[in-house]
């Protein structure tokens, strides 16, 4: 049998889709990654000029972020579903000594009164991020985020979505972490 250069390059298109198939298996066989790891970790909290978010509530500054006890930075929405079932979860941590703050998202400051009234308010100080800046800064995506803020300031750990709970005893011992 005896091979031309015209029928070799009729052989080019199945090699080229053998190659296409093989690369295709890699990617679909590789593993998911289902934890995304912030680029804020190991960093300091970014400089906040925020406006109170409540009432009854001083706002946050990124000095009472470095008073030298850990703490969580929770940024939730008066119109956030999920934050609503975070609520309780957040109010059992407050109730154990936890300092939290937070930063409401794209609000207004009687929406976050209503909200804080309806579901309890666990936070410290409150902060209105009106336009997401601080919120894109530190790297987070949505609502409901808590940060896990160590006594020098410091992002040590970052939950996306809902702390149930199950997260409690992880938050906890993140917590404990951020004290060392």
Not at 18 to 33: C, D, H, P, T
Not at 140 to 164: A, C, L, M, N
């Given at each position: 049998?005896?091979?031309?250069?015209?029928?070799?390059?009729?052989?080019?298109?199945?090699?080229?889709?053998?190659?296409?198939?093989?690369?295709?298996?890699?990617g679909l066989n590789?593993?998911?990654?289902?934890?995304?790891?912030?680029?804020?970790?190991?960093?300091?909290?970014?400089?906040?000029?925020?406006?109170?978010?409540?009432?009854?509530?001083?706002?946050?500054?990124?000095?009472?972020?470095?008073?030298?006890?850990?703490?969580?930075?929770?940024?939730?929405?008066?119109?956030?579903?999920?934050?609503?079932?975070?609520?309780?979860?957040?109010?059992?941590?407050?109730?154990?000594?936890v300092p939290i703050?937070?930063?409401?998202?794209?609000?207004?400051?009687?929406?976050?009164?209503?909200?804080?009234?309806?579901?309890?308010?666990?936070?410290?100080?409150?902060?209105?991020?009106?336009?997401?800046?601080?919120?894109?800064?530190?790297?987070?995506?949505?609502?409901?985020?808590?940060?896990?803020?160590?006594?020098?300031?410091?992002?040590?750990?970052?939950?996306?979505?809902?702390?149930?709970?199950?997260?409690?005893?992880?938050?906890?011992?993140?917590?404990?972490?951020?004290?060392?």
């Amino acid at each position: 049998m005896k091979f031309g250069k015209r029928s070799l390059i009729l052989w080019i298109p199945l090699i080229a889709y053998v190659i296409f198939l093989g690369v295709a298996s890699l990617g679909l066989n590789r593993e998911q990654q289902t934890v995304v790891q912030s680029r804020m970790i190991g960093k300091p909290v970014p400089p906040m000029d925020l406006p109170a978010g409540a009432s009854s509530r001083p706002t946050l500054s990124t000095k009472a972020m470095a008073d030298g006890q850990p703490r969580l930075l929770n940024i939730f929405a008066s119109w956030c579903v999920p934050c609503i079932a975070e609520a309780p979860v957040l109010l059992q941590l407050a109730q154990r000594g936890v300092p939290i703050d937070g930063v409401a998202i794209r609000d207004a400051r009687a929406d976050v009164d209503d909200f804080l009234t309806r579901h309890g308010n666990p936070y410290q100080r409150i902060g209105l991020d009106e336009r997401s800046a601080l919120q894109f800064y530190m790297g987070s995506s949505g609502v409901p985020e808590t940060f896990v803020v160590d006594g020098k300031g410091i992002i040590r750990y970052q939950h996306i979505g809902v702390i149930g709970p199950q997260d409690v005893d992880m938050i906890l011992a993140k917590l404990r972490e951020a004290r060392s």
